[in-house]
Every structure is written in C-alpha cells, then in structure tokens.
C-alpha cells in the first residue's frame, strides 16, 4: 500500500515563502517520478513541478523561478521550496506518485497566499 503524506502548507502573505512535504511509505527511487500538482477553488488541477527518478525535473512556466522540485534519499520525502508567493498560488497542493502504471495521491494541503 503506497502512502502519500503531505505536510507544510497553511497561511502566508505574497511575498513569503513555504515549504511543503511529501512523504512517503517506501523508498522514492521506487517510483518512476513524483510530482506536485495543485487545484485552485473552481479550476482544473494542474501541474506544478515533478521529477523522475534520474533526479530530471519539469517546472510550470507559472511558477518557475520562484518554486522548486527537490528529493531526499534518506528521508523518502519529496519537497516544494516556493518562494515569492502569490494570491494566484493559492490552491489545495497535492503530492502524486507513479509506479507500475499506477498512480498515487495523496490527501493534499492547503496553502494560502494573501495580499
């Protein structure tokens, strides 16, 4: 059973930084790739940031140079460093996870970002 555990979003005014946190039950270099996705009230998920097990990553033109995608070994977490922060940031942020041909999610965390 693979589990996702988001952690780290919440609160922060434009401007700030947050962190956000995906852990994961097993090792990461088990999946093929691992990604953030994030769904604003009344819009589709998208993407955010992903990378694959070779350490690539792909960054969304909408957050690029202010967010970045990061993995830790040993930790078995995957990590979002948003810097910059907008109001159009915020959005429920999910960790997702590939494997198999199957897909994981996990329960997401919220992050807002005030003016």
């Known amino acids: 059973q693979v589990q996702l555990v988001e952690s780290g979003g919440g609160l922060v005014q434009a401007g700030g930084s947050l962190r956000l946190s995906c852990a994961t039950s097993g090792s990461i270099f088990s999946f093929i790739a691992m990604g953030w996705y994030r769904q604003a009230a009344g819009k589709q998920r998208e993407l955010v940031a992903s990378?694959?097990?070779?350490?690539?990553?792909n960054i969304a033109d909408s957050v690029k140079g202010r967010f970045t995608i990061s993995g830790d070994t040993a930790k078995n977490r995957v990590y979002l460093q948003m810097n910059s922060l907008k109001p159009e940031d915020t959005a429920m942020y999910s960790c997702n996870a590939q494997r198999g041909g199957n897909i994981y999610w996990g329960q997401g965390t919220q992050v807002t970002v005030s003016s």
């Open positions: 990378i694959n097990v070779g350490g690539s990553t």
